[in-house]
């Protein structure tokens, strides 16, 4: 396995299937440092920011037509 | 135990059930397709190489200052949880097929008796059990370390989450058959919230900010984060579905 496979694969790992969400977890942790930092309170941004993005990325989801159960992982 | 504990070893136990359950099925697939031996030397050689990991990272996560560690593991956390709830809401909403563990164990066993038969020591069943073991366990092998490391109670987690594998590969063996009434798709939802909020609670503490309550923030967080999710599954739920073509 090249070295350039095995970082694809830590980065599939860190980063799942939607990068979206690893970019989430990132701000909201990022931002509460920085409001931290300016002497505020933070404690409440890191739950809304996450929620917010778990929510925008459920934006295009619709209930299938047929929601029969197969193997998805 | 403190409410902390309790919701560290429930949140290993399920994440580990989770993922032994999943593993299970594809090497008793593979197993009584192929070759046993060979499934169950792929097994081992995995479990070999996730303990590897544990023992390679347990103690460099330790050296990491508190601060640090908590940013490093909430992060992770997050990112693991978020990824788990989507799906979770994903299936709850009827969005996304659930899993089927009876309908996984049947397409690897169509796959595994499609692939060429070995004479001796049978390699496709040696590294497809070894793959689906390390990969199910390499999420939780770092959910015991982040867990533990950041609980001073690597023991607790670790004890989780031998219990779980022993309680999965017990059901397992007295079946012999995959573990298809185990309620998986509930479970997930169930650690995606249980992810989510410790990463949020660690990631933001480490950030530098302060729970009002201090640990016992973590309770009112859990509810908000599950009504959170829940209210997210029925506004999916009610969203018009796709007309499919006549």
């Known amino acids: 396995m090249s070295p350039r496979r095995i970082l694809a694969a830590i980065t599939d790992f860190l980063v799942g299937d939607d990068p979206r969400l690893a970019l989430a977890a990132a701000v909201a942790i990022g931002l509460t440092a920085v409001v931290c930092a300016l002497g505020l309170s933070a404690w409440w941004l890191a739950p809304v920011v996450a929620l917010a993005a778990l929510w925008w990325t459920l934006r295009g989801a619709r209930p299938s037509a047929t929601s029969a159960s197969k193997t998805s992982s | ?246």
């Open chain 2, 1 to 246: 135990m403190s409410g902390a504990e309790v919701s560290l070893a429930l949140s290993v136990f399920l994440a580990c059930a989770v993922e032994a359950v999943e593993a299970f099925t594809i090497v008793l697939a593979v197993g009584t397709t192929r070759h046993w031996p060979a499934a169950l030397a792929g097994t081992g050689a995995a479990t070999l190489a996730l303990a590897v990991v544990v023992a390679a990272l347990g103690p460099a996560l330790t050296v990491l200052p508190l601060g640090v560690l908590r940013v490093v593991v909430g992060g992770l956390l997050l990112t693991f949880g978020l990824q788990w709830l989507r799906k979770a809401i994903l299936r709850a909403a009827g969005a996304k097929d659930k899993h089927d563990e009876e309908a996984i164990f049947a397409a690897e066993r169509a796959e595994a008796a499609a692939a060429p038969a070995a004479a001796g020591f049978d390699a496709y069943a040696f590294a497809i059990s070894f793959k689906a073991v390390l990969l199910e366990g390499l999420e939780v092998a770092f959910i015991v370390l982040t867990f533990g490391a950041n609980q001073h109670d690597v023991g607790l987690a670790a004890a989780a989450a031998a219990l779980a594998v022993a309680a999965v590969l017990g059901a397992g063996l007295a079946l012999r058959a995959p573990l298809a009434r185990v309620p998986e798709n509930g479970m997930k939802f169930a650690v995606g919230v249980l992810l989510t909020s410790f990463g949020i609670f660690w990631g933001a503490e480490g950030a530098g900010a302060d729970w009002p309550g201090g640990e016992a923030a973590l309770g009112p967080l859990v509810a908000v984060i599950l009504l959170a999710a829940l209210a997210m599954v029925a506004e999916v739920r009610g969203r018009a579905a796709p007309e499919v073509a006549a």
